[in-house]
C-alpha cells in the first residue's frame, strides 16, 4: 500500500513540475545569458546568468490623473509570448478606465527594449505617466553624461531620487563594484521627452531605482492608444565601455 501511495505522490509531484515550467515557459523570454520572468506575483526578474538584476516589483508603471498616483494591479495581467525573444503584457490600472501594453523585447545580447502604450476607454485628465525599473542595491554608483556619484548606503523612510531632463542621446545608468553584475544603462529610442530620474527608494523596498516620465501637453485625453515609452536597458558585461562614454 505504501508503494502505491510513493508511486501516487511522485507522479504528482512531476505533474505539479510540468505544469509549473509550462506555467513559467509562457511568463518568459531568453537570449543566451539574458532572461525575463514574470512570477506567479506579477513581479518583472531580469537575470544576467545567474545573477538577478532586478528587485521589488522590477518594473512598475503609474498614471498620475487629478492628483492622484494610480499603479498597476497585480491581479490585472495577461501574457502573450510573441516569440523566444519577445512578450506582450496587458495591465489593468486601479481607479480609471486605463489599460496598458508592454512590448518588452530582448534585442541582442545586451539590450532590452520596452515599449509602453496606454489605452484610454473613456476621457480622462492625465498629468504624467512614470516608468519605474527597479534594480539591486548591489549597485553602488550612478552613471550618466557629466555626472557620476556614489549612492547612498542607507535606505531611509522615502524616496530619494534625482531628476535629469532629456537631451540627445542621453541617458541614465547604474555600476556596481561585484563584478557578476554588469552595468546598465537606461535610453529613450524616439522623439519623446521623457525625464529620467535616478536613485534609491524607500527602505521598504531597498532598491535602485531608474525612471522615465512623461508630461502631457493636453489637460484631457479622448478614448484611444497612446504611445508614452519607448526606451531600452542597455547592459555593459565590459564595464568600461560604460566608462568610455561618460
Not at 512531476?14 to 509550462?22: L, Q
Request: net charge negative.
Amino acid at each position: 500500500m505504501s508503494g502505491l501511495f510513493t508511486i501516487f505522490k511522485e507522479k504528482l509531484e512531476e505533474m505539479r513540475r510540468r505544469k509549473r515550467i509550462e506555467r513559467e515557459s509562457a511568463r518568459s523570454i531568453f537570449r543566451d545569458s539574458l532572461r525575463i520572468w514574470f512570477d506567479d506575483s506579477g513581479r518583472l526578474r531580469l537575470f544576467y546568468k545567474d545573477v538577478e538584476l532586478t528587485k521589488s516589483c522590477g518594473l512598475s508603471c503609474g498614471i498620475l490623473s487629478e492628483g492622484v498616483w494610480h499603479s498597476l494591479t497585480c491581479s490585472g495581467f495577461e501574457f502573450e509570448k510573441v516569440s523566444e525573444y519577445q512578450m506582450r503584457v496587458f495591465v489593468r490600472l486601479s481607479g480609471i478606465p486605463v489599460c496598458q501594453e508592454w512590448l518588452i523585447k530582448i534585442d541582442n545580447l545586451q539590450t532590452i527594449s520596452f515599449d509602453i502604450n496606454t489605452q484610454l476607454t473613456d476621457v480622462l485628465r492625465i498629468d504624467k505617466v512614470k516608468a519605474n525599473i527597479f534594480f539591486s542595491k548591489a549597485y553602488s554608483r550612478l552613471a550618466c553624461p557629466l555626472e557620476d556619484e556614489l549612492f547612498s548606503q542607507e535606505f531611509s523612510a522615502s524616496w530619494n531620487t534625482k531628476d535629469y531632463p532629456h537631451t540627445e542621446g542621453s541617458f541614465i545608468g547604474f555600476v556596481s563594484l561585484k563584478p557578476d553584475y554588469p552595468s546598465i544603462s537606461l535610453k529613450s529610442t524616439s522623439g519623446i521627452k521623457n525625464l529620467f530620474s535616478a536613485g534609491n527608494t524607500d527602505s521598504t523596498l531597498s532598491s535602485r531605482v531608474l525612471e522615465a516620465q512623461v508630461e502631457e501637453t493636453d489637460e484631457y485625453l479622448k478614448p484611444g492608444i497612446y504611445e508614452h515609452f519607448k526606451i531600452f536597458i542597455q547592459l555593459y558585461p565590459d564595464k568600461s565601455a560604460l566608462e568610455d562614454i561618460l
